[in-house]
């Protein structure tokens, strides 16, 4: 499994970006994909994770109400739409994927449950 994020840069507190994660290597219908986000010295927390086969969705509560993950599966590509952006909001962005094991929603903010990563793409808000 190959995860490639792209689209992160440089946008003004308040503005919006959209974050992709291609995602290659296999069929992905029993994936649960997620975003991860590292300030730095911080420790990397979750920010949203969706089920590939039914869409299910959840977010951290720091980003719920402004950011929107979903995904395009003719194009096997993950995406964050960040809206309202905010200074704290600055952190490298990476995607992550995980075989959706029995009772997953409990761990989709653990880091460690994610068997595949991609390399991270940079956001930074300017306040």
């Known amino acids: 499994v190959q995860l490639q994020a792209s689209g992160g840069g440089l946008v003004q507190a308040g503005g919006s970006l959209r974050v992709s994660c291609a995602a290659s290597?296999?069929?992905?219908?029993?994936?649960?994909m997620g975003w991860f986000r590292q300030a730095p010295g911080k420790e990397r927390e979750f920010v949203a994770a969706?089920?590939?086969?039914?869409?299910?969705?959840y977010y951290a509560d720091s980003v719920k109400g402004r950011f929107t993950i979903s995904r395009d599966s003719a194009k096997n590509t993950l995406y964050l739409q960040m809206n309202t952006l905010k200074p704290e909001d600055t952190a490298i962005y990476y995607c992550?994927?995980?075989?959706?094991?029995?009772?997953?929603?409990?761990?989709?903010?653990?880091?460690?449950?994610?068997?595949?990563w991609g390399r991270g793409t940079q956001v930074t808000v300017s306040s």
């Open positions: 969706i089920a590939w086969s039914d869409s299910n969705t």
């Open positions: 290597g296999r069929t992905f219908s029993s994936y649960v």
């Open positions: 992550a994927a995980q075989i959706a094991r029995a009772y997953y929603a409990a761990r989709l903010h653990i880091a460690d449950q994610y068997d595949y």
